[in-house]
């Protein structure tokens, strides 16, 4: 079957723009993509992601090859486009809880100065994670400018490592959709084309409207988020009972209507997503004068950044009360595995906050060490877990990257000097780590269960 080539337009080429604009080319559409940083721009052009991603290469490559996909930093280039996707940053706003939207707004300028709805309107389909009232906000901007534009909100959910699959193969499509029922069957019908693929292999398909869309992603973030607080918040129980954590989260996890998966505990979450949604969340329900629905996400939030104290606690207290002078190995820095992201990472705050405690830090990460070396240029990294290992008094384990759960805990003691280790992850196995001589100390689990 072939499929009728949509020209289409991406603005912003980060984790979700470039992404979107390598798969939809993937999908037989001619794509253009819009960034203002002409370093990455560049990089794009050449089929060098700016970011580790597994499967991303391959797929931009095989669509630059094709002739269909363009990166550009000139914002007249979308100017032929039917179809707008806007996948800017939506970053936390500095000195605020709320997003910065600046991204959004130099977008929506772009479009008044450059796309054209000649002959029927264009269709503006937004992806970036935004504040509730962000879409119609959008589309009166784009109608008071004289564009002719359906806006159709149409939020993302992939993940880190695994974005190519979550864009090509979603466990759900949602679009929000203008009140008017005419202009929102032209936003159906336009994104039904694009996501032809999608659509076809029946995957669940929502039409709602916009602050439902909105909030789904938001939604989605805030319980993803509760959930590995929840069980965060059990492994501190467990830590005060002896119990362990991961049996817990097992046996509860055979409830389907709890199910196994997001139940991991450890050193909590961060990265670009579910840190900063939950706090714009926040901020954007006290302004509707809601907070109190909110509430809970600053729990959420406080017993999240309560597994970094308790981890950079649990050091110390391991290693006799002080770590000054005491050499710490690192093992992971990136915010989860799979990732050379390090924005809002529980690592790397641990690893900078040991160093703060006066601890002789040497970390190591697969993918995340040029990150680091930008924002912790003061932080000693090295190639390989055995060279971090060398001499250590203490190693902590913080993101669960392959090869240091697959580490041999017999070799890694004839590195050490004191073969003491922080599973900040429980991505290791207690009693292989306790035979061979470790004190293992887990995030809510002790070596004994
Ligand atoms: C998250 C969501 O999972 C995606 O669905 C969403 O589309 C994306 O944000 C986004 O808003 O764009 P991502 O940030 O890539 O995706 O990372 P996750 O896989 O959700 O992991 C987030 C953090 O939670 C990581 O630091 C991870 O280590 C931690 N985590 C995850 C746990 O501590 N325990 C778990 O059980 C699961």
């Known amino acids: 079957v072939m ?24 999908f037989g559409h001619e794509v253009i993509a819009l960034d203002i940083d002409a370093a990455k721009v560049e990089r794009l052009g050449q089929g060098i992601p700016p970011f580790h991603e597994p499967g991303f290469e391959d797929v931009l490559k095989r669509a630059l ?44 300028a772009f479009l008044l100065d450059h796309a054209r709805s000649d002959e029927q309107p264009v269709v503006v389909a937004g992806k970036s994670t935004v504040p509730v009232g962000t879409a119609q906000s959008i589309a009166d901007r784009l109608a008071e400018g ?6 159709v909100w149409n939020p993302e959910f992939l993940r880190e490592g695994y974005a190519v699959a979550d864009t090509t193969r979603p466990d759900r499509v949602v679009y929000g959709l203008p009140e008017d029922a005419e202009r929102g069957e032209i936003g159906r019908a336009a994104l039904d084309e694009v996501y032809r693929p999608i659509i076809d292999s029946g995957t669940p398909r929502l039409l709602v409207n916009y602050p439902t869309a909105e909030l789904v992603k ?24 002896g119990a362990d954590v991961t049996r817990l989260a097992e046996a509860i996890g055979h409830d389907d209507r709890i199910g196994p998966k997001f139940l991991q505990a450890g050193i909590g979450f961060g990265g670009g997503c579910l840190p900063k949604d939950i706090r714009a969340f926040m901020a954007r329900a006290g302004e509707l004068g809601v907070d109190q629905s909110l509430t809970f996400l600053r729990e959420v939030d406080s017993i999240n950044m309560r597994r970094r104290d308790h981890a950079v606690e649990l050091a110390a207290q391991m290693c006799g009360g002080r770590l000054v002078g005491l050499k710490v190995a690192v093992l992971g820095l990136t915010f989860k595995p799979d990732s050379d992201d390090v924005r809002d990472s529980p690592a790397l705050d641990i690893a900078g906050r040991l160093w703060g405690r006066g601890a002789n830090v040497v970390a190591t990460d697969p993918a995340g060490a040029d990150a680091v070396r930008r924002v912790r240029p003061d932080l000693q990294i090295v190639d390989t877990a055995d060279e971090a290992l060398q001499g250590a008094d203490l190693v902590m384990l913080l993101t669960a990257w392959r090869d240091y759960v697959a ?16 599973d900040g992850r429980n991505a290791l196995d207690p009693t292989a780590w306790s035979q061979a001589g470790w004190d293992y100390r887990g995030m809510g689990r002790t070596a004994s269960t």
Do not use: W
């Open 3 to 26: 499929l009728p080539i949509v020209k289409i337009s991406v603005i912003g080429c980060g984790y979700l723009g470039a992404v979107h604009a390598a798969c939809m080319a993937d």
């Open 65 to 108: 090859a094709s002739g269909r996909l363009r990166f550009t930093t000139d914002p007249s280039a979308i100017g032929e486009a039917e179809l707008h996707f806007i996948a800017v940053g939506t970053p936390q706003r500095g000195g605020s809880y709320a997003a910065d939207l600046s991204q959004v707004d130099t977008a929506v």
């Open 146 to 151: 004289g564009l002719d534009a359906v806006v």
């Open 218 to 241: 938001v939604a989605a973030n805030s319980f993803l988020a509760t959930k590995i607080s929840f069980i965060n918040s059990m492994a501190e129980l467990c830590d005060a009972t």
């Open 407 to 422: 580490l041999d805990p017999a070799h890694a003691k004839s590195l050490v000097a004191v073969p003491r280790i922080i």
